[in-house]
């Protein structure tokens, strides 16, 4: 039994799932792990990853097998990302956006062309895609956006920009959503598609980073940006609440790969603690070093445990966006958390690429932040408990 499988949850696994999670595993401890380091310090994403996830499924994965898709259940659909996320959050990130993000809303709010023309080629990776709802003003309330699309003939008009976009400078497409209305008016917000190369729509990469920089973040800017009418997503009639439904994805998600994250440093922090001598016996025969130990292992567990119901949830049709909400801040929170402590332990060395934890601390600032902030989440539940509403 592996030590992060404290409450003995792989017993629960069926074979299918744990070949899924195995492989992927293998595949981030050959492809990712031993050059993690050098892609961060120069910042750049591995494209040469792509074509290898596709090949395993890992895109799109709960989709139907019509579309190429894996068709696999929630919970191997989280385990998938607890492993990448286990390598880094950038590589998960690109896989949740394009997973969770992009074919999650063309399969469900596109037409059948739509769907045709994207979903298996994302699925093996051949075309990327990216979500822009986050604007340059705000990204906590995006009922505040202010980039618009117009309707002219057989065209709408896109004008305004959206900031902080995963994989922005990677993608074939991006799925944008657009006030179509009044300022403010949740109804009238719709998705549209927008093709790289479209006259008027230009991404700029965002550089200098602190944290995932084996990601690409870029700024999408439409400036009298022409798509035609038929590149509107027909599904999105309930307008802002289906930007909404695509994050209950990711949030999903992010709850498990952030849990991959803190077993990552968590496995690498009791290994140094076992070699570390600096009072001549190893650092793990210290009770300071074991009470941190304890406390993480506790942590991540409980982690785990939120993670395997709410796939439960998910997969019953059950699952609401408070308990996606309560997940996602309490495992992102813990993995940040988890990391600190971890390149504690770590010294000096954990400031470095040549160890995960310090690269793991600095992306878990931005997973904890994005796909709604702690505070966003807190408020949520708040909302849920109290039946008052502190966003208004
Ligand atoms: P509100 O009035 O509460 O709701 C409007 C309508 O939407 C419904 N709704 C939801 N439906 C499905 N899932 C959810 N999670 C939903 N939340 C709300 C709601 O029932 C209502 O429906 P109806 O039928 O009455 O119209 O909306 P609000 O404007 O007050 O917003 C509430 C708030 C603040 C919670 C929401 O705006 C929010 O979640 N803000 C955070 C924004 C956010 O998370 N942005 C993420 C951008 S994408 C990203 O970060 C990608 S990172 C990717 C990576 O690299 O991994
Ligand atoms: P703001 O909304 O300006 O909030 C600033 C601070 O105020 C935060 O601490 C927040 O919690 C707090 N705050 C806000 N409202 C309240 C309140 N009512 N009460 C108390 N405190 C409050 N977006 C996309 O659309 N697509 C992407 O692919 C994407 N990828 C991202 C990748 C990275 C690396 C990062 C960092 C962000 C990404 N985002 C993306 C944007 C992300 O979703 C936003 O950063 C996030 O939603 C927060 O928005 P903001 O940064 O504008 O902060």
């Given at each position: 039994m592996a030590i992060t499988d404290f409450l003995e949850l792989d017993r629960t696994l069926s074979d299918e799932q744990r070949?899924?999670?195995?492989?992927?595993?293998?595949?981030?401890?050959?492809?990712?792990l031993p050059h993690i380091g050098q892609w961060c310090a120069e910042g750049r994403f591995p494209e040469h990853l792509i074509p290898m996830m596709g090949e395993m499924g890992l895109f799109g994965s709960t989709l139907p097998e019509e579309y190429g898709c894996a068709q696999v259940d929630s919970l191997t659909y989280g385990l998938i990302m607890q492993e990448l996320e286990r390598g880094d959050?950038?590589?998960?990130?690109?896989?949740?956006?394009?997973?969770?993000?992009?074919?999650?809303?063309?399969?469900?709010?596109g037409n059948d062309e739509q769907k045709k023309q994207w979903l298996p080629k994302m699925a093996t990776g051949e075309k990327i895609g990216c979500f822009g709802l986050t604007e340059p003003d705000g990204g906590s309330n995006p009922i505040g956006m202010k980039t618009r699309a117009v309707k002219d003939g057989k065209q709408y008009v896109l004008s305004g920009a959206k900031m902080w976009i995963t994989n922005g400078n990677l993608s074939d497409v991006a799925v944008v959503f657009a006030q179509t209305g009044a300022a403010g008016d949740h109804r009238a917000v719709r998705g549209f598609l927008v093709e790289k190369g479209t006259p008027g729509f230009k991404v700029n990469e965002v550089q200098r980073k602190i944290g995932l920089r084996a990601s690409n973040t870029s700024e999408l800017v439409f400036e009298d940006c022409r798509i035609p009418a038929e590149n509107l997503l027909p599904g999105t009639s309930q307008g802002l609440k289906c930007a909404l439904m695509c994050l209950n994805q990711a949030r999903y998600g992010i709850a498990f790969g952030a849990v991959g994250a803190a077993i990552g440093c968590f496995e690498e922090a009791v290994g140094y603690t076992a070699q570390r001598a600096p009072f001549g016996k190893s650092l793990d025969h210290y009770q300071i070093t074991q009470m941190k130990l304890a406390d993480i292992l506790t942590q991540i567990t409980l982690g785990q445990l939120i993670c395997f119901r709410l796939a439960a949830l998910k997969d019953a049709?059950?699952?609401?966006?408070?308990?996606?909400?309560?997940?996602?801040?309490?495992?992102c929170r813990m993995a940040l958390e988890t990391a600190r402590r971890c390149r504690e332990l770590l010294g000096a060395n954990g400031i470095t690429y040549e160890f995960h934890a310090g690269r793991h601390e600095t992306n878990l600032i931005s997973v904890d932040t994005y796909e709604g902030t702690y505070e966003v989440h807190t408020l949520i539940l708040g909302q849920k408990i109290?039946?008052?509403n502190a966003f208004d």
């Open positions: 070949i899924v999670r195995d492989t992927v595993r293998r595949f981030v401890d050959a492809e990712v959050s950038g590589l998960r990130s690109f896989a949740s956006v394009q997973s969770g993000l992009v074919m999650y809303p063309i399969f469900s709010f049709g059950a699952l609401q966006p408070e308990q996606i909400s309560m997940a996602k801040r309490n495992n109290t039946g008052k």
